[in-house]
């Protein structure tokens, strides 16, 4: 037994040494990628050396002999911190992520190859201005120089993931950075899923004015009638079961709710205490780690640029300089149409046009598969873009026999020229001159808030797309390819995009709001991000005579939720205080705590508080009993409460309290006993999810800012080190915006929201502020990889100074690049 005993002891001893040396072995191979900071590097394509000063923050401050020099610097850290992510950037936009990770992104690749971004990207390089185009050399030569650096020196092939999905990494070019560019319109674009939704929930009701009510329009005049989707396609089935592609966390296609958001505020020197311009911006994107944005500071020939740039990109996206502030949000507008074209039934490679049938352009495209044999696409375009597969968004549940469906998007031009749009807007001076510049950008569609030191304004950039006055759906849902009313018709002049420049009242502000209501086709969109927080934002802003700062950063950590104090007064009316008393541990008991608990709350959606996670669960409750038996399984689509459909219901607005009744059931249900149904099903679903007592409850930890590992966040083990998961306050549809991913076994989870946020006083440049979701560095074992995480969580900054003695004075290293 002694001897058994003592072999069990050896092999035990053997496993755990073996264990160890393994985990040592991937943390030696691991950490010979992690940069060094402070060294002298001598590189190739540089024309003087360039000096990259890390401050405190790891933000790199860069310094260089001309422009290009600067751009070289940028490319250069871009590619020492977030390599992996830019490979797979350029991946995903040429299609060719299968290569790397096999069978399970074949759907992304095939969609992409389709949009043929990449080729449309590449051959825009020649559509740009010369400054521009020098710009994206010098950059490519930066990233190339670092993947030199990385070979020559045997270092850890630039990145961890590398080890894992090993594939060769060719030398970056131009149009790269355009490819990167056009992939984030992909992911800023959402029209394409609302026209798809809106076909189907049409097809889907009896009656057809309900349609308004779950897909409302934003309040204001200016929405006209549409013809049932029905009438446009008489042979569709009323419903039909959804293809959708599958969900992975590497894919670009946004899911409906979470193509893009924003805040962004302004105040003139009237309404600023210092006497100077205030700007705060904080775009929302989807959470990942590392974050999508990277801070950077570029010493141009016209002064220093600071803020937040795009890893890929060689620009500046907002941020300021000491002239100038400019920040994004997303603007909503309608730059999608999907157009149902109908085959030739004597030959389907032809489609029908206005002018008869015509062939498709069409060629083939081969993708690889790891680990398995390619396969070839036939990729088919018409006169309004290229062909899709009815697996995309659903698009085969809308398609009839024998038509195909294709798609017109402003982002699909071989002359794009945004990013000289961003060079000039780097360079400009005034507001008026940024605004001048930004004529230039094409896509993604934003609205562009501008400072300098004495104006304010803010433009909507990007092409607006020319529909004609008779179009069938105004673009709210396909319409027949084949009619010449409903094709596109240009590009509607840039001084007709709407533009807001020194306000008498001296405040401008954007949260993805309806901005401007004029008649189709000179409208901007039906389809707005939000509708609940300006109102927030306007009671913040009116409520002072000027402000600070600290008033911005305050009312970008605001999250007091317009959404919860106006609808509970709703939906609560005839429940607060009206039950009989109930003994303890009994559902009726449970309610009546849970509405005390509503009754005294201010709409605060604190973390800490179990306030926020009755009313989330509540509402979401109540609007899947409203929907289910009237839409059915197409209900599952609707994965966010509508607040503009709750308010239409319990307002009774045209007849929407009809939504209370269960068509299924004999009763005549009322809206009070489908709130009382709702809020027994939600606190039966919080007691199964969390248990204990109502008062314990903690928002937060529902509401878990999900910033995973898009490749490596579901390796077991691996993932506790490569994901950051923080208990998050806000909500859906408060300032500090935290959107709840709506499905799944944690709907409540934080899954998009402000990945950078900034503040700019022009009284007082260098006292202004930043911040990102993450950190700068993209490798999971370098102590930059989440180092601004918990200042992020806890609403803090870092300066944003263009200061060079300060950068200098505490920093974490200096390279400096030299010619070889």
């Known amino acids: 037994?002694?001897?058994?005993?003592?072999?069990?002891?050896?092999?035990?001893?053997?496993?755990?040494?073996?264990?160890?040396?393994?985990?040592?072995?991937?943390?030696?191979?691991?950490?010979?990628?992690?940069?060094?900071?402070?060294?002298?590097?001598?590189?190739?394509g540089l024309t003087a050396p360039v000096e990259v000063v890390r401050d405190t923050a790891n933000v790199p401050h860069i310094l260089g002999a001309s422009d290009p020099d600067v751009f070289f610097g940028l490319g250069y850290a871009h590619a020492q911190d977030r390599l992996w992510q830019m490979t797979v950037l350029r991946r995903t936009a040429q299609g060719r992520l299968s290569e790397v990770f096999g069978a399970r992104t074949v759907h992304i690749d095939k969609l992409l190859r389709r949009f043929d971004l990449y080729g449309l990207a590449h051959r825009s390089v020649q559509a740009q201005d010369d400054y521009t185009k020098e710009a994206l050399r010098a950059y490519a030569a930066g990233v190339n120089a670092r993947l030199a650096e990385i070979n020559e020196n045997a270092l850890g092939r630039g990145a961890p993931e590398m080890f894992l999905f090993n594939a060769p990494v060719s030398p970056w070019q131009p149009g790269d950075s355009l490819a990167v560019i056009k992939l984030m319109s992909l992911q800023l674009s959402g029209h394409l899923e609302d026209e798809v939704l809106r076909a189907r929930t049409s097809l889907m009701l009896d009656d057809q004015t309900?349609?308004?009510?779950?897909?409302?329009?934003?309040?204001?005049?200016?929405?006209?009638?549409?013809?049932?989707?029905?009438?446009?396609?008489?042979?569709?089935?009323?419903?039909?079961?959804?293809?959708?592609?599958?969900?992975?966390?590497?894919?670009?296609?946004?899911?409906?709710?979470?193509?893009?958001?924003?805040?962004?505020?302004?105040?003139?020197?009237?309404?600023?205490?210092?006497?100077?311009?205030?700007?705060?911006?904080?775009?929302?994107?989807?959470?990942?780690?590392?974050?999508?944005?990277?801070l950077a500071r570029l010493e141009l020939a016209k002064g220093g640029v600071i803020g937040a740039t795009i890893p890929g990109i060689p620009a500046v996206m907002t941020g300021r300089s000491?002239?100038?502030?400019?920040?994004?949000?997303?603007?909503?507008?309608?730059?999608?149409?999907?157009?149902?074209?109908?085959?030739?039934?004597?030959?389907?490679?032809?489609?029908?046009?206005?002018?008869?049938?015509?062939?498709?352009?069409?060629?083939?495209?081969?993708?690889?598969?790891?680990?398995?044999?390619?396969?070839?696409?036939?990729?088919?375009?018409?006169?309004?873009?290229?062909?899709?597969?009815?697996?995309?968004?659903?698009?085969?549940?809308?398609?009839?026999?024998?038509?195909?469906?294709?798609?017109?998007?402003?982002?699909?031009?071989?002359?794009?020229?945004?990013?000289?749009?961003?060079?000039?807007?780097m360079n400009a001076d005034t507001v008026r001159q940024a605004i001048t510049a930004a004529e230039l950008f094409m896509a993604p569609s934003q609205n562009l808030s501008l400072v300098d030191?004495?104006?304010?304004?803010?433009?909507l950039i990007g092409a607006m797309p020319?529909?004609?006055?008779?179009?069938?759906?105004?673009?709210?849902?396909?319409?027949?390819?084949w009619l010449a009313e409903n094709r596109w018709q240009g590009r509607l002049p840039y001084a007709d995009n709407p533009e807001f420049v020194a306000p008498a009242g001296g405040i401008l502000g954007n949260t993805n709001n309806k901005i401007i209501d004029r008649p189709f086709p000179e409208h901007v969109s039906y389809e707005w991000g939000d509708t609940q927080r300006i109102h927030r934002w306007e009671r913040l802003m009116q409520s002072r005579e000027v402000h600070t700062r600290d008033s911005f950063i305050e009312a970008q950590l605001d999250t007091v939720s317009f959404t919860a104090r106006s609808l509970l007064p709703l939906i609560g009316a005839d429940l607060w205080?009206?039950?009989?008393?109930?003994?303890?541990?009994?559902?009726?008991?449970?309610?009546?705590?849970?509405?005390?608990?509503?009754?005294?709350?201010?709409?605060?959606?604190?973390?800490?508080?179990?306030?926020?996670?009755?009313?989330?669960?509540?509402?979401?409750?109540?609007?899947?009993?409203?929907?289910?038996?009237?839409?059915?399984?197409?209900?599952?689509?609707?994965?966010?409460?509508?607040?503009?459909?709750?308010?239409?219901?319990?307002?009774?607005?045209?007849?929407?309290?009809?939504?209370?009744?269960?068509?299924?059931?004999?009763?005549?249900?009322?809206?009070?006993?489908?709130?009382?149904?709702?809020?027994?099903?939600?606190l039966i679903w919080i007691s199964e999810k969390y248990g204990g007592s109502l008062e314990s409850l903690r928002w937060g930890d529902a509401h878990q800012a999900t910033h995973d590992h898009p490749v490596l966040g579901s390796v077991?083990?691996?993932?506790?080190?490569?994901?950051?998961?923080?208990?998050?306050?806000?909500?859906d549809n408060t300032l500090l915006r935290g959107r709840t991913s709506g499905e799944g076994p944690d709907p409540f989870q934080n899954v998009h929201g402000a990945g950078y946020r900034g503040v700019y006083d022009f009284a007082d440049p260098d006292s202004s502020v930043f911040i990102t979701a993450t950190g700068q560095s993209g490798h999971f074992l370098s102590r930059y990889y989440d180092d601004q995480a918990q200042l992020w969580r806890r609403g803090e900054y870092i300066p944003m100074s263009l200061?060079?003695?300060?950068?200098?004075?505490?920093?974490?290293?200096?390279?400096?690049?030299?010619?070889r």
Not at 716 to 731: A, D, E, H
């Open 466 to 481: 020319h529909r004609a006055a008779k179009n069938q759906s105004r673009g709210r849902i396909p319409t027949p390819g």
């Open 322 to 425: 000491d002239r100038l502030g400019w920040g994004l949000t997303s603007s909503y507008l309608d730059d999608q149409d999907i157009h149902i074209e109908q085959l030739n039934p004597e030959n389907p490679e032809e489609y029908l046009t206005p002018e008869g049938y015509k062939t498709f352009r069409s060629r083939p495209s081969i993708i690889e598969i790891k680990d398995e044999a390619p396969i070839t696409l036939t990729l088919r375009w018409t006169e309004n873009g290229p062909v899709l597969p009815g697996t995309h968004y659903d698009l085969g549940t809308i398609t009839p026999p024998g038509h195909v469906a294709s798609l017109s998007w402003t982002a699909l031009s071989a002359q794009d020229t945004s990013m000289s749009a961003s060079m000039a807007l």
């Open 210 to 294: 309900r349609l308004a009510d779950i897909l409302p329009d934003v309040p204001g005049p200016g929405i006209a009638a549409l013809p049932e989707y029905a009438a446009l396609f008489p042979n569709l089935p009323r419903y039909a079961a959804g293809s959708s592609m599958p969900d992975t966390p590497i894919s670009p296609f946004p899911k409906r709710g979470l193509a893009g958001a924003s805040n962004a505020w302004s105040a003139a020197p009237t309404r600023s205490a210092s006497g100077g311009t205030l700007l705060a911006n904080d775009p929302h994107l989807g959470f990942t780690a590392p974050g999508i944005w990277y």
């Open 453 to 459: 030191k004495d104006t304010i304004g803010m433009k």
């Open 1 to 44: 037994m002694g001897i058994v005993f003592r072999w069990l002891v050896r092999i035990a001893s053997g496993l755990v040494l073996l264990t160890l040396a393994a985990v040592l072995l991937v943390y030696f191979l691991a950490s010979q990628s992690l940069p060094d900071y402070d060294q002298t590097v001598k590189v190739d």
């Open 803 to 819: 200061d060079l003695d300060l950068a200098h004075a505490a920093a974490v290293g200096v390279t400096t690049l030299i010619p």
């Open 716 to 731: 077991p083990v691996l993932r506790f080190f490569v994901n950051i998961r923080q208990s998050t306050s806000g909500g």
């Open 577 to 682: 205080y009206t039950g009989a008393s109930a003994p303890e541990g009994t559902q009726e008991r449970q309610r009546q705590i849970a509405l005390n608990l509503l009754a005294e709350w201010n709409g605060e959606m604190n973390e800490h508080l179990p306030e926020p996670l009755i009313y989330a669960a509540w509402l979401r409750a109540l609007q899947i009993r409203l929907i289910a038996d009237e839409l059915g399984p197409l209900a599952a689509e609707y994965k966010h409460v509508e607040p503009l459909f709750i308010e239409r219901v319990y307002r009774d607005i045209d007849g929407a309290s009809a939504w209370c009744n269960v068509r299924q059931s004999a009763p005549i249900e009322t809206c009070t006993d489908m709130a009382r149904m709702a809020l027994d099903d939600a």
